[in-house]
């Protein structure tokens, strides 16, 4: 009976090329070949005699990172909610409206519509009572019939503070607020003789409509050409559709909103104070 052959006489009789072959496709044979040729291009010099222990692999790309949504919305958050310079008024303003809100759901106010009485009782307003209890002229500027009436004057207030508060200084937004208000509920109570029970900011914002509006005229040089005409025509556009929306929904205000518009306009064509 013959002896079996040396594996490694075997493998010294193959050539370079056969033993790198059988090297680089050590998996298609059993490890043993693998091994044996891997040792015969050592003995040879062909390939370094520390061999890494696993198979060489190109690395690994990094899995791509999901953006987190968080920081940028309680970026927004706070852009729009807390005071920096030249947006000082606007803040205050949006903290007290909904403070306001949130005191009358807390005392038990419906929150998507709250009852008549309940905005009486908190100051809306009532043309009954508003000729011997005149604060609530501008204690109904801080009302809201409901969360959507809140956050749609809201929105607006942010939009016209952020134009606006910069050019016309934070002192001088508040006071045009204020008497904005004011000004659109008086009108309000005079217009609608058959009586009214009436909440919400749009008065005085319709007035910051009117200051931007005059500060546009009085101060063409705050924007470039293109952008007065951008801005003119985006708050005209803004106005019209609010006051034709008014027209076909009978519980907007119109009379308010007119009242606050020219308060807001006249105030904002006076001389700024130095």
């Known amino acids: 009976m013959s002896a079996a052959p040396d594996p490694a006489t075997l493998f010294a009789q193959k050539t370079d090329a056969e033993l790198l072959y059988l090297a680089q496709h050590a998996r298609q044979y059993p490890a043993a070949v693998g091994q044996a040729a891997v040792r015969e291009l050592q003995r040879r010099g062909l390939i370094p005699t520390e061999l890494p222990t696993g198979p060489s692999r190109p690395p690994e790309e990094p899995a791509p990172v999901e953006p ?23 803040p205050l303003l949006l903290w007290l409206n909904v403070l306001v809100y949130l005191a009358m759901v807390v005392m038990g106010a419906d929150a998507w519509q709250p009852a008549g009485a309940d905005l009486i009782r908190w100051g ?81 914002i319709f007035g910051l409509y009117g200051l931007l509006l005059a500060t546009l005229m009085r ?31 009978h519980t907007t205000d119109n009379a308010a909103h007119v009242g606050g518009l020219l308060t807001g306009a006249l105030a904002g064509a006076l001389p700024r104070q130095r």
């Open 124 to 204: 809306s307003n009532f043309s009954p009572l508003t000729p011997a209890q005149p604060w609530r002229l501008l204690t109904s500027c801080f009302l809201h019939g409901g969360a959507a009436h809140l956050l749609l004057n809201m929105a607006s207030l942010v939009f016209l503070g952020l134009l606006t508060e910069g050019l016309v200084g934070s002192r001088r937004l508040l006071v045009v607020y204020l008497l904005s208000g004011v000004g659109g509920s008086l009108l309000s109570w005079w217009w609608h003789t058959q009586g009214l029970n009436s909440v919400g900011a749009s008065g005085a």
């Open 68 to 90: 987190d949504a968080s920081p940028l919305a309680w970026g927004v958050l706070r852009g729009v909610f807390w005071p920096r310079p030249g947006y000082r008024t606007t």
């Open 219 to 249: 101060q063409p040089t705050a924007f470039t050409r293109s952008g007065r005409y951008t801005v003119l025509l985006f708050v005209l556009y803004l106005l019209a559709s609010s006051l034709a929306g008014g027209l076909q929904a």
